[in-house]
């Protein structure tokens, strides 16, 4: 009700969603003043794992087999009736939070049973299971606008993605991909984007690659997360935020596109549990050929908390170079030169 009233009283031509949490929230406010956005239903299709996973599958797109249950349920009985390797998803958490490989049932019901403890303190109470698949993963930034989709970039990330957990670490523009699987990659996203509903508005997607072809794993209604948008920069150095804007806007940005440097973003992989006490090496990383900046984005003397159960980094190391490898080169020597001097937590025990 109240971005309603500030709406009404400041003739607000839009309401923009920063993350997954509020997007459906911004397209029933915009569906409600008559501006231009996604449905409410396409924004829930996009931010509902199991929702998603239906309406591609209905568009006869590669899908893998999923089955979605109650996190109440008992997962030895689940673990008979599913194959291996499977994943498990919780349906509204990101930042691949709660997302967990396993490879055999005991693996299964350690997964649903971590699960279930990040669902009570968190969002959700159901749990997706889908077949694990194999493959190169690509994250694409992309816009939909005048009824067709803008590819702004299509990020590799070398790190090998095959679980236990899926914690993203390095993303690296352009990609390395030959053209026929760029192509495939724009014509699948076409594709999910028309099957889920989306119709405006910015584009954060997530691919496997592999022999049978190009499989959707994620197509959010969002920008890229956290800082990660930072390399990104189009035309007199208008970031991807004011790209964004300029749509909504009415300003054509159908010239507008990167420059010819190649660049990436690290986001700082949080190793364990614990209390943040020094971080070591931030002058000898930056000056790293190629690296821009860093920023760190966890506080001093604060608990950290690592995947699945975490939803955070440490921080973002960005860097810019002649070519793709030189970018990741940079990334991981920068990386190797930063030290987190991370403590136990301190537990307190009640005296009786």
Known sequence: KKILLIAKKYNVISVLSIDDSATLIAAKICSILGLIHNSPSASLAARNKYIMRKM????????????????????????????????????????????????????????????????????????LVEDYIPGEEVAVEALLYDNSLKILAIFDKPDPLDGPFFEETIYVTPSKLSLKHQKNIEYTLTKSTKALGLTTGPIHAEFRINDRGVWPIEVAARTIGG??????????????????????????????????????????????????????????????????????????????????EGDGYLGFIFAYGESSIKVEKALRKAHALLKFEIEPNIVLKQIQ
């Open 227 to 308: 800082l990660c948008s930072n390399i990104l920069d189009f035309g007199s150095g208008i970031s991807l935020e004011e790209l964004v804007l300029s749509h909504v806007t009415g300003v054509s940005i159908e010239s507008l596109q990167l420059d010819d440097r190649s660049r990436g973003v690290m986001m700082i992989p949080i190793p364990k549990q614990g209390l943040l006490r020094k971080i070591i090496g931030i002058e000898n990383a930056e000056a790293v050929e190629g690296i821009e900046s860093i920023e760190i984005t966890a506080k001093l003397n604060y608990p950290l908390e690592p995947l699945p």
């Open 56 to 127: 591609l599958k209905n568009s006869d797109m590669l899908n893998p087999n999923f089955k979605v249950f109650k996190n109440s349920e008992i997962p030895n009985k689940i673990a008979e009736k599913i194959s291996f390797p499977c994943v498990l998803k919780p349906l509204l958490l990101n930042g691949s939070r709660g997302v967990i490989r396993a490879n055999d049932p005991e693996e299964f019901t350690n997964a649903w049973n971590r699960i279930t403890k990040i669902l009570n303190r968190s969002i959700g109470t159901q749990i």
